[in-house]
């Protein structure tokens, strides 16, 4: 129960409160908890929460609400779901005027969230089913908010593809109606899968790393977060990257690069290098005729040299270099499995594809993308090994 007494919004009042009445803030240490509280008391600040059928939030209501936002993105950089601006609190569960259900929870895709305060209180007093109103809505959100928002967090963004292609086993499990940890209600599609897991992955954790250790490693590094023995870490995506490299099964050694032959920079060469050979036997290599063909021709090889990619991908990692001789190597990274994050297939005609490659650099923190231009058709062996790594791979 809260205190019968309604509390200020300070930083110390909302420390003493969340001390008091909210388990995973005494799971951080005093530099996070303040942050928690400093984010909390923002959270408040920047949405009407408001209440209807009579219910009315006080601050105390306000304060759980912000905390179990917050709780959920405290690993972020960009936290606050700036999306959502209003949440509404009804006293029990309500009607949604668009199915004709009661509902205890809804996440709306135009910017606003409707929870039952009965169903939401209840999921932090019950701590081991698995089951949080709070948790699973800011999880709908948080997702929303990385789709209809510019204002989104970078490594959710980047890496949310990875962590749903590591889903989909858990996920398929679940709908299938196999014996599994994850609830039913996971089961009724990815989105909602999304939000259950996440319930699970702060109620009972260890479960989620014992029966899927690669979903739990990539949720950890989605969020940033894990707490473990009552103890709570922050700022854990390096050392969690590094575990997930070890549940990767890794690829034959395979080597993706450009065909020369097969460019249209190829095409294009022949194309002045036919003129460029008899115009070079009537008037010179130093004619003016010449000299314009043999710039168009240096300027097609150059664009062709600048843009070619190669990637090598092996049993423990990859290797990614730009440029073909001039311009060879002008950018070489080397990393785990764990760093690459998808490879989409666009088709260009017959035996014609490009390969768009997104990795994640830790020494920068930033997501690059790579595109291997017009390379020929891809073996299916790759493509299982893929699937096997999960790693995110999409046909467009």
């Known amino acids: 129960m809260l205190s019968e007494t309604d509390i200020s919004l300070t930083i110390e009042e909302l420390q003493r409160f969340y001390s008091a009445y909210f388990a995973y803030y005494n799971t951080l240490n005093s530099q996070w908890q303040l942050v928690f509280a400093e984010r909390c008391r923002g959270f408040i600040s920047k949405k009407t929460i408001t209440g209807a059928e009579g219910f009315v939030p006080n601050n105390q209501v306000k304060a759980i609400i912000a905390a179990s936002a917050v709780q959920l993105t405290l690993g972020l950089v960009t936290w606050d779901l700036n999306y959502f601006e209003t949440i509404i609190v009804h006293p029990g569960d309500f009607d949604n005027k668009a199915s004709g259900l009661k509902f205890r929870g809804e996440t709306n895709t135009q910017g606003f969230i409707r929870l039952s305060w009965k169903g ?11 089951i949080n109103l709070g948790l699973h809505e800011f999880m709908h959100a948080l997702r929303v908010n990385d789709v209809k928002s510019f204002y989104q967090d970078y490594f959710f963004d980047h890496f949310f593809s990875r962590w749903l292609a590591v889903a989909t086993e858990a996920y398929y499990d679940t709908k299938n109606k196999q014996q599994t940890l994850f609830r039913k209600y996971g089961g009724t599609n990815m ?3 999304m939000s259950v897991c996440i319930e699970h992955y702060f109620e009972s954790p260890n479960e989620i790393k014992e029966e899927y250790p690669h979903l739990y490693c990539c949720t950890a590094i989605l969020l940033n977060q894990q707490t473990n023995n009552n103890l709570t870490e922050l700022n854990i995506r390096e050392r969690m990257l590094k575990e997930l490299t070890l549940f990767m099964p890794g690829f034959t050694n395979k080597t993706i690069k450009s065909n020369p032959l097969r460019t249209n920079s190829f095409t294009r060469a022949i194309i002045i ?21 043999e710039i168009w021709l240096s300027f ?3 664009r062709f040299d600048y843009r070619y990619t190669k ?6 990692g990859f290797s990614l270099n730009k440029g073909f001789f001039i311009f060879r190597n002008r950018r070489k990274y080397t990393f785990p499995l764990a760093n690459l994050i ?8 017959r035996e014609k594809q490009d390969w768009e490659i997104i990795f994640y ?14 390379y020929a058709v891809l073996d299916e062996q790759f493509i299982a090994e893929l699937k096997k790594n999960r790693i995110a791979y999409f046909m467009s």
């Open 273 to 293: 290098l036919i003129p460029l050979l008899f115009t070079v036997y009537a008037t010179g290599m130093d004619s003016g005729g010449s000299i314009f063909l």
């Open 120 to 130: 939401f209180i209840k999921g932090y007093k019950i701590t081991n089913d698995n």
């Open 342 to 349: 998808s490879i989409r297939k666009y088709n260009r005609g």
């Open 191 to 193: 989105n909602e899968f």
């Open 300 to 302: 097609i090889y150059l």
């Open 361 to 374: 650099n830790s020494k920068n923190d930033h997501f690059y993308e790579e595109t291997i231009f017009e």
């Open 311 to 316: 990637l090598l991908v092996h049993q423990q």
